[in-house]
C-alpha cells in the first residue's frame, strides 16, 4: 500500500478553521497593482472562504 501524501503546497496556502471552514488568501493582489484602484486593493486584504465548488478538492488535497 502507498504512503498517503498530501500536497504540501495546498497546506501552506489553506487553513482550516476549528469547524472545517477552508480559509485563503483573497486572489488578485501580486501584480498589475497600478492597473487597479486603491479601493480594489483595500477589498482584496485579508482572507475568504474557498468556494463551494473548490472545497471538496481542496480537502481532498489536504487529505481531509
Known sequence: MPKFKPHTG????V???GKGKLLTEQ???RH???S???HVT???TGTVV???ADTR???KLLGR
Open 10 to 13: 495546498t497546506g501552506k496556502r
Open 15 to 17: 487553513k482550516v478553521t
Open 27 to 29: 486572489v488578485g493582489k
Open 32 to 34: 498589475r497593482m497600478e
Open 36 to 38: 487597479k484602484s486603491s
Open 42 to 44: 483595500r477589498r482584496m
Open 50 to 52: 474557498v468556494a463551494k
Open 57 to 59: 478538492r481542496v480537502k
